[in-house]
């Protein structure tokens, strides 16, 4: 028996990237992402800005992921979109698109989790990779999440711990504007930690219980330890730029495997998938698949293009979401907090 081919339009727009993306059942046939250069100036999301600007991207965006797929809109299934969290006025700007063209092409409309999506975007088809196996431990960090999550089916999510403050990508984006770097600083002290010294200074680790996690200790201690050295030396931080950013990466590190192996142990589950913005880091990539040796862990490391916001993986979503017949009608709102 055939089955008919199932393309889903997804469309992603939850804090400062527009992206389109167009899957052909669970392959990715395009997944274009525009990038908001704006914010640099200010240091960090300006959320007006954000909204206006995937206004004037969308279109365009949308436009392109099409052409790109080679496909016509008149072939879509369905339309799938970030419905939360994320920035409200970014948020809305997906939303409302997304219900008028499925109004349009009258096709299902489908809503996503943003959080849910970076977990299953190990689900696209890749031939290099395999996806994880049920039940597997999911760690998503990201600028505004620290999650650890146990993942028994597509949609049977329980998140068995998170922050209490900050998240993970906030730590590393107000760390490296404490050094004196432009924003996003995250990529780097990612980029110098690989030049330096991870142990050339060591920044207490919280004590938080559980699974879950808390930074603005981290980044308290970070910020007084530097305004101390620099009072005594105004060259501190130029001069060790490396070493600052190798040992708080470390801390880092530190902080997020203690928890993981913690959730290993409580579940009895060796199947480890990271997913977020963070997952690109080089330094907790790696400390992963040391895992793998030191713990037996089997681990799932999402390719660059799907750790940072896109909408390959809200296709993803889509897609295992079409299957099931689980859709969205039109009275559907944007939600900015939205819990996985």
């Known amino acids: 028996m055939e089955y008919k081919n199932i393309y889903i339009l997804a469309i992603e727009s939850s804090c400062d990237d527009t992206s389109a993306a167009v899957l052909c059942n669970n392959t990715k046939l395009s997944n274009v992402v525009a990038a908001q250069k704006i914010h640099e100036e200010y240091g960090g999301v300006v959320p007006e800005l954000a909204s206006r600007a995937h206004q004037q991207n969308i279109v365009p965006v949308v436009h392109q992921a099409l052409a790109k797929a080679n496909i016509d809109k008149k072939q879509l299934s369905a339309i799938a979109f970030t419905r939360g969290p994320g920035l409200m006025g970014s948020l809305l700007v997906g939303t409302s698109f997304a219900k008028s063209m499925a109004l349009g092409l009258d096709v299902p409309l489908i809503e996503v989790n943003h959080m849910q999506a970076h977990i299953l975007a190990h689900f696209i088809k890749d031939e290099n990779n395999l996806p994880p196996s049920f039940p597997f431990l999911a760690m998503t960090i990201s600028g505004g999440h620290t999650q650890i999550v146990v993942v028994r089916d597509y949609f049977d999510m329980e998140i068995l ?16 504007k404490i050094l004196g770097l432009p924003y996003p600083g995250g990529p780097l002290v990612d980029k110098y930690a690989q030049l330096g010294n991870p142990k050339a200074f060591s920044f207490p680790k919280p004590k938080v ?3 879950n996690f808390s930074f603005s200790g981290l980044k308290t201690s970070i910020l007084y330890f530097v305004q101390k050295m620099t009072k005594d030396d105004p ?8 070493d600052l950013c190798a040992s708080i990466q470390y801390t880092i590190i530190n902080i997020l495997m203690d928890k993981l192996k913690k959730a290993t142990k409580q579940t009895g589950i060796k199947d480890i998938a990271i997913g977020g913005g963070v997952s690109a880091n080089s330094g907790i990539r790696k400390a992963l698949k ?6 037996g862990w089997t681990t799932h490391i999402p390719k660059f293009e799907y750790c940072t916001d896109n909408a390959a993986m809200i296709g993803i979503v889509g897609y295992l979401k079409y299957k099931q017949g689980i859709f969205t009608d039109q009275g559907v709102t944007a939600k900015a907090r939205y819990v996985i």
Do not use: M
């Not at 998170?162 to 490296?176: H, P």
């Open 161 to 176: 711990g998170e922050t209490l403050d900050d998240a993970v990508g906030e730590a590393f984006d107000k760390s490296a």
């Open 209 to 211: 219980g559980g699974l």
């Open 235 to 242: 060259n501190f931080v130029s001069e060790h730029l490396n």
């Open 290 to 295: 040391d895992g793998e040796k030191k713990y």
